[in-house]
């Protein structure tokens, strides 16, 4: 990997490169704040700005020392992107005030991540067809698994904000109304089929104010940036639950999210031609160019005091729908999305079955087992199995990482 232009170390193979410059909010002895990683550390935008580097940009230093992104993200693209600039610029000019300034750099391993973003409202998309090919498989028609709507609407519903996580946040297995085969009524217990589904999420950048559709021309301009999103699903509870309104608890006991948001504008180099749309979308739902990203997708599970062992190797760029139909048909009806909502793709699976998103389709609803590396096998998530994701884009030239989102599933309460 060329690095050559920043004067602070960036290990081999580093998701956080010069290139990258994902925002979060980090703490250390001293209260969350806004920070930017890089190599193994991260710059303390707080102390930067203290300094006065930010100065002609963004006039409220405060903005830097908040514990949310939001109101840095508020200041919108033209703000942002300028920040961006002055970092890469105190980052990489050689004569920098950053060069031996202690005061501004925390290394990754002596800070504690957040939340980086105060989540209003979370939408959940479909958008993979392979995804949604493979439920309608193992759940309705095989010959007919695709629902009507399917190649027509960039199918979603709203999920729960609070709960979503940072990485690192374990998750009780949630107890619920599950109907045990052959039974006529539910019991009552502990989820016996916990699942991840491995999605990338989007946060919005721009609010459009009610009544007021956001194009798809526009609507890249409402993007911020994205972080690797574990939809976790309790299979068994959402199975009863779901028909006909939706995903309701099965899914809302715990979302996890990735503690970097990437900035749309690093993932510039990684756009890729989207799969063909058959039937031709709806005029609202056209796009034009690249909007598809490649981005390497991987999935791990380790099982307690175990090693781990990758179960899913995907791909963001399979995606049918793009980000800018989800944002255009999200609004079109009029529907405000507001600064730091968070709008997840639905599971990335591609074509092979190692790239299936979850384990639901990894196990084909139970009846195949996925083998570990210590021996075992899994056909869902046991208690005190981690769950890893990671994600990062490569070419020749440049790495642009998200790190890792990981979760550990704790037993039931009592
Ligand atoms: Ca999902």
Request: some cysteine.
């Amino acid at each position: 990997m060329t690095n050559t232009k920043t004067f602070i170390p960036i290990p081999e193979n580093s998701d956080f490169t010069i290139h990258n410059l994902p925002y979060g909010i980090f703490s250390d002895k001293r209260k969350p704040r806004i920070g930017v990683a890089i190599g193994e550390q991260i710059l303390d935008l707080a102390a930067v700005a203290r300094l006065g580097h930010f100065d002609k940009i963004v006039k409220d230093r405060k903005i830097f020392q908040q514990a949310t992104l939001n109101d840095f993200i508020a200041l919108g693209k033209v703000k942002t992107n300028a920040v961006r600039a002055q970092i890469i610029k105190l980052l990489t000019s050689p004569r920098s005030p950053m060069k031996n300034n202690k005061r501004v750099l925390v290394a990754q391993a002596n800070a504690k991540m957040h939340l980086p973003v105060r989540v209003g409202d979370y939408t959940d998309f479909y958008s993979s067809i392979e995804h949604a090919t493979n439920v309608g498989k193992m759940f309705r028609d095989p010959a007919n698994a695709l629902l009507p709507n399917w190649r027509h609407i960039p199918v979603g519903y709203h999920g729960r904000a609070s709960s979503i996580v940072v990485s690192g946040t374990p998750l009780h297995r949630p107890k619920g109304q599950v109907l045990p085969k052959g039974a006529k009524n539910p019991v009552f217990q502990p989820s016996a089929r916990v699942d991840f589904e491995l999605e990338m999420g989007f946060i919005i950048g721009k609010e459009n104010s009610l009544g007021n559709p956001v194009s798809t021309k526009k609507a890249e301009d409402h993007i911020f940036g994205m972080v690797i999103f574990n939809d976790w699903s309790a299979r068994d509870i959402q199975k009863w639950e779901y028909v006909p309104l939706g995903p309701f608890l099965g899914k809302s006991f715990g979302s996890s999210i990735s503690p970097w948001v990437v900035p749309i504008e690093a993932l510039d180099p990684f756009r890729k031609r989207g799969p063909k749309q058959d039937p031709k979308v709806l005029p609202y739902l056209k796009y034009s160019g690249k909007q598809n990203y490649d981005i390497q997708l991987e999935v791990g599970i380790t099982p307690k005091k175990g090693k781990e062992t990758i179960v899913c190797r995907s791909n963001f760029k399979f995606m049918y729908w793009n980000m800018l139909q989800q944002l255009a048909h999200h609004t079109v009806n009029g529907c405000n999305l507001r600064v730091g909502d968070i709008l997840a793709s639905g599971t990335i699976s591609g074509k092979e079955e190692s790239s299936y998103g979850s384990m639901l389709e990894l196990s084909w609803a139970g009846s195949k087992k996925i083998k570990l590396s210590d021996g075992s096998d899994r056909v869902f998530i046991k208690d005190h199995d981690t769950v890893t994701m990671r994600a990062f884009a490569e070419n020749k030239e440049i790495r642009v990482g998200f790190g890792e989102v990981t979760g550990t599933i704790l037993p039931a309460k009592k």
